[in-house]
Structure formats: structure tokens, C-alpha cells
């Protein structure tokens, strides 16, 4: 039994599942969770696309590679307890030309290594079986690759934590951090609570709010927005489950893809486009404060200077749902611009290194009372009960 007080800043799905796994796991210490929006789950986490991962992608030994698989089974068996949406629809990941069948027999053995459940190999005639209306010359078939609800499961975390005896604190914004003897006082404004342990959860804003706790100023985040269409209610047959492309192994996106969503909807996307606000869901929001930042930071020119003809291409999208559903119709022939409607967006955190490397594997380290979890992309929805188990062992750790 212990008398601690860990305070999380962050009320996404990884921050309310450390909050969870903490409050629930350790007897007496009380959590308190900082959240600077009115509700929980309002920023990546609401904007997620839904998807139970299955751990193809990630490099075996990796810390993605590791969390997710053992975050798909706590995540299936908690949705199962609690009566939340977890339906394994199964994923295709499909090879449309010669040249990406190479790539896709790594992706295989990668997936292999990782212990991957039920995944195979399947012919083109195969393909058609499951989807009917896919093209394709090739794929991977990933039967018990799942879609859920990230928000509902997030909200079901937040009344977990308050039920154990902890605190969700909605609009309460962090702007300052100050070690005091024994302890962080955690600010907003003019209130202050004191914590003995602090874990920062922030998202979007991970690498400002680390700068409060005096942490390194590497890696930083930058915004990249990510846009959906729709296929239109009459059109949503198209799909059965989940179809993505052979993913380029030069970037931590996988692509536009066709997703099922557990209310019936289909979405086509995203394409991975810089936004110019971090919380910039809008082609038309823009923060001059975010992007002096980023002009200011020298990674964030030299990846610009590696991937400016990408990033070109992926805009078009923005403009034109022609362009936009050109490499799309692909993977479902005969879907076209109108097929889809516009659809939400998201913005994902991705962490860049001062030489320009988008940060691939989840980083998250420790300094003194401090746990900062810096870099925590897809699949950290997927893997964030398991992210709050290895979290929590790191807070608690010797010294």
C-alpha cells in the first residue's frame, strides 16, 4: 500500500490507460489526470480511425512490435468484458503491381516474427473471395485484424480511473511544472496540485509540455493532418473489411486505405499532409506561433529538403477528390470521385529528430519524477493497455 500521488497530463487513450493501469494496479496511490480540453478523448484519440492493429507492420524487437501484439489481446478482452464494439472484420494488404511483391514478402516474414495470428499469403482468385470488388495481384490476409470505438474505450478508462478513487480534471490547461521538495507542482493558471510522480501523456503538445518539465528539446512534433472521404451510403458494400496498400517502408504512414467503421460508414484515406497548426483539423487553421516554431527547428528543414516531392503529391489531395481517390481506385476498381463525400481529419504527432528522421518506434523515457512519453503514433491506440503496462513499471522502477 502506498500513499503516492501520480498525476498524468494527458486524457487521450494512452494517458487515461496509464491512469488506469496504475489506479487499478497499485492499491492506495491516487492518480489525477490533467486534461485542457472540456471532455476526454478530443484530440488524436476522437480522431482515430478505429483500427485493432495486428502488428504486421513494425520492426520485431521494437518497442510497436512488442506493445501492440500484447495490446491487441488486453484491448479484445476488455472491449469483450465491458460490451464495447470489437469486431474482427480482417485486413488485406494488397499488392497491385509486380514491383511491390518483394516489399510485400517482407512484410510478411516481419509479420511472422512478430506472431502475427492466422496471417497468410493469398492469390489473386483468393483476393476475390474475400473482396469481391478488389483488384490486386497479390496480398496479405490478416483475418482477426479488428475495428473498435477509441472513444468509448477511453471513456470507459476515465470512469475506471475515478471508480479506483482518482481524478480526471478536464480544463485544466498545464502551463507550468515546478519541482518542490519531494514532488511536482503540477499549474494552471493560478491553481497548483502537488504530485510525487508525473507522466506526460500530451499528444500533440508532448514536446512543449516536456520543454515545462526541463526534458530534452529532441525530438519535436510536427503536425501532419490526415484527410478521409467517405464512400457514400449506397456505395459502402463495396468493402468487407479493411483493404491497404503495400505500405513504403521510407515513411511511418501506410497509405490511403479503405476502413470500415464499427457505425456502418466507410472511410477512403488518409493522405499525410504538414498542418499548419497543431491542432490544425482545417486546410484553413494555421498558428503562426506552430509554425515560427517549426521554421525554427533545423529537422524540420531537412526533412522537408528529403520529402518535398511527397509532400507536394500528398496536398493535391486537399484540393481535388479526383487526386485524391486516383491510387484509391487501385485497390477497389471503378471507385471513383463520385463515389465519396468529404469526410473528418485527424492530425497525428509525429516526432522528428533534429537531422530530419521521422521517429518510427514509440519513445518513452524517464528523468528523475518525471516519465515523458515523447514520440507515441499509430499503434498506440491498439497498444495502449500495454503501453500503460510498460509505462507504469518505468515510473515505479529503482532510481
Not at 132 to 150: C, E, F, N, Q
Not at 176 to 181: N, Q
Amino acid at each position: 500500500m502506498t500513499d503516492e500521488t501520480v498525476g498524468i497530463v494527458g486524457a487521450g487513450i494512452v494517458g487515461l490507460a496509464t491512469g488506469r493501469e496504475i489506479a487499478l494496479g497499485r492499491p492506495g496511490t491516487r492518480v489525477v489526470v490533467f486534461e485542457k480540453e472540456r471532455q476526454v478523448a478530443v484530440h488524436q484519440t476522437g480522431h482515430n480511425s478505429g483500427v485493432v492493429h495486428a502488428g504486421i507492420y513494425y520492426a520485431p524487437g521494437s518497442l510497436k512490435a512488442d506493445l501492440c501484439v500484447r495490446g491487441v489481446s488486453l484491448l479484445r478482452e476488455y472491449c469483450q468484458e465491458r460490451k464495447l464494439p470489437y469486431q474482427e472484420i480482417g485486413k488485406l494488404v494488397m499488392a497491385v503491381r509486380e514491383d511491390e511483391l518483394g516489399r510485400m514478402e517482407g512484410l510478411y516474414e516481419r509479420a511472422k516474427n512478430n506472431h502475427v495470428p492466422d496471417l497468410r499469403k493469398i492469390s489473386k482468385d483468393e483476393i476475390k473471395e474475400i473482396e469481391p470488388h478488389a483488384g490486386g495481384i497479390a496480398a496479405l490476409h490478416s483475418p482477426r485484424t479488428a475495428i473498435t470505438d477509441y472513444p468509448a474505450v477511453a471513456r470507459r478508462f476515465a470512469e475506471d480511473i475515478e471508480a479506483a478513487g482518482g481524478q480526471v480534471r478536464l480544463d485544466f490547461a498545464v502551463d507550468s511544472l515546478t519541482e518542490v521538495p519531494g514532488g511536482i507542482e503540477v499549474g494552471s493558471g493560478e491553481e497548483r496540485v502537488r504530485v510525487d510522480r508525473l507522466i506526460l501523456c500530451a499528444g500533440l503538445q508532448s514536446d512543449a509540455v516536456a520543454k515545462l518539465a526541463r526534458d530534452e528539446r529532441a525530438p519535436r512534433i510536427v503536425p501532419f493532418r490526415g484527410e478521409y472521404m467517405l464512400l457514400r451510403p449506397e456505395r459502402a458494400d463495396l468493402v468487407r473489411g479493411l483493404v491497404y496498400p503495400v505500405p513504403d517502408p521510407r515513411y511511418p504512414f501506410l497509405g490511403v486505405h479503405f476502413t470500415p467503421r464499427v457505425d456502418g460508414s466507410v472511410e477512403v484515406g488518409p493522405n499525410a499532409v504538414l498542418a499548419l497548426a497543431r491542432e490544425g483539423y482545417k486546410l484553413s487553421t494555421f498558428s503562426v506561433k506552430d509554425l515560427a516554431q517549426l521554421a525554427a527547428y533545423p529537422g524540420a528543414w531537412r526533412m522537408a529538403a528529403q520529402h518535398w516531392r511527397t509532400g507536394l503529391k500528398e496536398y493535391r489531395g486537399s484540393f481535388s477528390t479526383k487526386a485524391f481517390m486516383k491510387d484509391a481506385g487501385a485497390y477497389v476498381p471503378g471507385v471513383g470521385a463520385g463515389d465519396v463525400v468529404r469526410g473528418g481529419a485527424g492530425v497525428r504527432a509525429q516526432a522528428l529528430d533534429p537531422d530530419g528522421t521521422l521517429v518510427d518506434d514509440f519513445r518513452i523515457h524517464r528523468v528523475g519524477r518525471v516519465t515523458a512519453v515523447r514520440n507515441a503514433p499509430s499503434p498506440a491506440a491498439t497498444a495502449s493497455m500495454a503501453i500503460a503496462e510498460h509505462i507504469a513499471e518505468a515510473v515505479f522502477a529503482p532510481a
